[in-house]
C-alpha cells in the first residue's frame, strides 16, 4: 500500500526554468515532510523538510509548499540548474513518534538542460 | 567525520546463494535501516531496528533478514537469493528522539542475481 504518491515520474526542464514536483498522501497523522535528493551512484541526501504547521518553507532556491487538507505537498526549484539534475524523492512521517520510519514516494528524475 | 557505509558496494551472484550485505555507521545513532531501490517503487523498506538485538519488519521483508548485535552494524542477508532481488540496496540511520528523523543513507549495494 503506497501511502505517498509522487509525480511525475520524470521531469524535463530549461536552465532557468522552475522545477515543480508533487507528492500526495494519504495518513492524516504523517506531520513531518522531507525531500531527499540522489545523485547517480550516491545515496539520497535530506535537501529540505516541512512540518505542517507552515505552508511554505523555503531555503535558496529549494522552496515546499503544503496544503493540509488537500494532503499535498509540492518542492519547486526556481532557476534550475544543470547540477540540479537528480532524482528526488519525497517522504512523510509521523515525527512526533519518534520512530524514524519515512515513507517515500516512487522519486522523479529531473533532467534540467544548459 | 562520522559515515555510514555499505559493502560490498558491487555483488553478482547465483540465485540459491545466501548473500550478505554489510551497513556500518559511526554516528552512533539507533536507528537503523535498509531499503530497496527500483525503478517506479521508490524506496521501499526491507528491514530496520531501533536498537541491539531489536529488529522489524518492513513493507517488503520476505526473502530477508536482520540481525543487530552492536549499535554500529546492521547486516542484511538474503537467505536464498532471487532474481527478484536485483536491485540497488541502501543502508540508512537516524537518531533516536531527533526531531524531523533525518535519515543519513549509505552509498548503496549494487545487487545482480543471475
Known amino acids: 500500500q503506497q501511502q505517498v504518491k509522487q509525480s511525475p515520474q520524470s521531469l524535463i526542464v530549461q536552465k532557468g526554468g522552475i522545477s515543480i514536483i508533487n507528492c500526495a498522501y494519504e495518513n492524516t497523522a504523517f506531520d513531518y515532510f522531507p525531500w531527499y535528493q540522489q545523485f547517480p551512484g550516491k545515496g539520497p541526501a535530506l535537501l529540505i523538510a516541512?512540518?505542517?504547521?507552515?505552508s511554505e518553507k523555503k531555503e535558496g532556491r529549494f522552496t515546499i509548499s503544503f496544503n493540509k487538507s488537500a494532503k499535498q505537498f509540492s518542492l519547486h526549484i526556481m532557476d534550475s540548474q544543470p547540477g540540479d539534475s537528480a532524482t528526488y524523492f519525497c517522504?512523510?512521517?509521523?515525527?512526533?513518534?519518534?520512530?524514524?520510519?519515512?515513507?517515500f514516494g516512487q522519486g522523479t528524475t529531473l533532467q534540467v538542460k544548459p | 567525520d562520522a559515515e555510514i557505509t555499505q559493502s560490498p558496494r558491487h555483488k553478482i551472484t547465483e540465485t540459491g546463494r545466501q548473500v550478505t550485505l554489510a551497513c556500518h555507521q559511526t554516528w552512533n545513532h539507533n536507528n537503523m535501516f535498509w531499503y530497496r531501490q527500483d525503478l517506479g517503487h521508490g524506496l521501499r523498506l526491507i528491514h530496520y531496528s531501533y536498537g541491539v538485538h531489536d529488529t522489524n519488519k518492513g513493507e517488503v521483508s520476505d526473502g530477508y533478514s536482520v540481525s543487530r548485535s552492536n549499535t554500529e552494524d546492521l547486516p542484511l542477508t538474503l537467505e536464498s537469493a532471487a532474481s527478484s532481488q536485483t536491485s540497488v540496496y541502501f543502508c540508512?540511520?537516524?537518531?533516536?528522539?531527533?526531531?524531523?528523523?533525518?535519515?543519513?543513507f549509505g552509498p548503496g549495494t549494487r545487487l545482480t542475481v543471475l
Open positions: 517522504a512523510a512521517s509521523e515525527g512526533s513518534s519518534n520512530t524514524g520510519k519515512l515513507i
Open positions: 540508512a540511520s537516524s537518531d533516536r528522539g531527533r526531531l524531523g528523523n533525518e535519515q543519513f
Open positions: 516541512i512540518r505542517p504547521d507552515v
